[in-house]
């Protein structure tokens, strides 16, 4: 069964609103999670790394006012795109890796985001 | 940080041949090295892993090899199929530093029956 949930799986919003995205670790604490982007044919693009209780480290070139992370418990990862333009149209996509399994990343099923 | 090259970026063989797909990584660091497949609008799914220790590791018709001085590893598809067709990402990570998965830029397969 699933071991990360992702949601929602697609959604369609205006220019200028905002939009959160959840990601749950289902069967483990998770301490880390991973947030990547997908532009359509082209590969996975690490935006941040979300730690529990602290605030998240943002790759170059993410600007973390813009997408904004919340790891407020070991099971949820939120990932909020503020005053969403169609350029963040995107699969964005949530990932966690489990201890036990060193370096192996599960996957939520990814949102795919359309801003009009 | 880590970067990851790969190629092909399309690969198209017939039903039954071999197909393979190589990459690079750049941080000597990495120790960890999984590949991923992904169908169209679905997430990716860990077809199998390599670490450094290791120089080859084989699941039925994949096989993944390492070269370390190098930095190359490679996946290998053997007997071919239609359903093996999807696209193909290579990975870089150290897990023990905590660095997440850093993805090549993907092969797409196309294996025709």
């Known amino acids: 069964g699933a071991v990360v949930s992702q949601h929602p799986s697609w959604v369609i919003c205006k220019s200028g609103t905002s939009v959160k995205i959840e990601c749950r670790s289902l069967?483990?604490?998770?301490?880390?999670m991973f947030w990547y982007r997908q532009f359509p044919k082209q590969s996975l693009m690490l935006m941040a790394t979300?730690?529990?209780?602290?605030?998240?480290?943002?790759e170059q070139g993410v600007e973390k006012d813009k997408f904004l992370i919340n790891h407020a418990s070991l099971t949820l990862s939120t990932l909020t795109v503020t005053s969403a333009h169609p350029e963040d149209s995107s699969f964005y996509i949530c990932?966690?890796?489990?201890?036990?399994?060193?370096?192996?990343?599960?996957f939520g099923e990814g949102s795919r985001l359309t801003v009009l | 940080g880590e970067n990851v090259e790969q190629h092909p970026s399309t690969l198209s063989v017939q039903e039954g041949d071999s197909a393979v797909i190589k990459c690079t990584y750049s941080?000597?660091?990495?120790?960890?090295f999984p590949w991923y497949k992904q169908e169209l609008g679905k997430r990716p799914q860990l077809i199998i892993d390599?670490?450094?220790?290791?120089g080859e590791k084989k699941d039925q018709r994949i096989a993944v090899t390492l070269n370390k001085t190098a930095k190359h590893f490679s996946l290998h598809i053997t007997e071919t199929q239609p359903e093996d067709s999807a696209v193909y990402f290579c990975?870089?990570?150290?897990?023990?530093?905590?660095?997440?998965?850093?993805f090549g830029k993907g092969t797409t397969l196309s294996v025709s029956s």
């Open positions: 990932s966690v890796k489990r201890e036990a399994l060193i370096g192996e990343l599960f």
């Open positions: 069967d483990f604490q998770a301490t880390t």
């Open positions: 979300s730690n529990e209780g602290s605030k998240a480290t943002y």
């Open positions: 941080d000597s660091a990495s120790n960890y």
């Open positions: 390599i670490r450094s220790n290791v």
């Open positions: 990975a870089a990570s150290n897990p023990q530093a905590g660095t997440a998965l850093i």
